[in-house]
C-alpha cells in the first residue's frame, strides 16, 4: 500500500522550533518531488517547500530563512524543520509527492497527487 504518514506537529510558543517528518510506505521518497504544505480553515491549500531527487530546494517567501526541508534516503522520511515559529504558522502540515516530476518541483499544491494525513501545528504567541 503507496502512503505517506506524517508525524512530529504539536503545540509550541512563538520562537520555538518544530521537526515534522514523513515516512514514505511502498514508496521511495527520493525517487520523486516532495514537498511540504500547509493549511487553515477556509484557505486554500499553501506550498511551504519541495525538494526534486537533487537536493534543490524551494521555498515560500513567508517561511524562508526559518524552515528547511530535508530527506534521509536510508530511511525514506522527508523532513521539514521549522524555527523561529510564529502564530501565523498555524495550520495542519501536509506532505506530498509528484510522482509523474522528479526535477523542476513546484509550490503549487495541485502538482502533487499523492498526501498524507496531516499533522497539526499550534503556535502560540
Known amino acids: 500500500q503507496v502512503q505517506l504518514v506524517e508525524s512530529g506537529g504539536g503545540s509550541v510558543q512563538a520562537g520555538g522550533s518544530l521537526r515534522l517528518s514523513c515516512v514514505g510506505s511502498?514508496?521511495?521518497?527520493?525517487?520523486?518531488?516532495m514537498g511540504w504544505f500547509r493549511q487553515t480553515p477556509g484557505k486554500d491549500r499553501e506550498g511551504v517547500a519541495v525538494?526534486?531527487?537533487?537536493?534543490?530546494?524551494t521555498y515560500a517567501h513567508s517561511v524562508q530563512g526559518r524552515f528547511t526541508i530535508s530527506q534521509d534516503n536510508a530511511k525514506n522520511t522527508l523532513y521539514l524543520h521549522m524555527n523561529d515559529l510564529n502564530p501565523q504558522d498555524t495550520a495542519m502540515y501536509y506532505c506530498?509527492?509528484?510522482?509523474?516530476?522528479?526535477?523542476?518541483?513546484?509550490?503549487?499544491?495541485?502538482?502533487?497527487?499523492?498526501w498524507g494525513q496531516g499533522t497539526q501545528v499550534t503556535v502560540s504567541s
Open positions: 525538494i526534486d531527487i537533487d537536493g534543490v530546494t
Open positions: 506530498a509527492a509528484d510522482q509523474y516530476r522528479s526535477r523542476g518541483c513546484s509550490l503549487g499544491s495541485w502538482r502533487f497527487p499523492l
Open positions: 511502498g514508496y521511495d521518497v527520493s525517487s520523486v518531488c
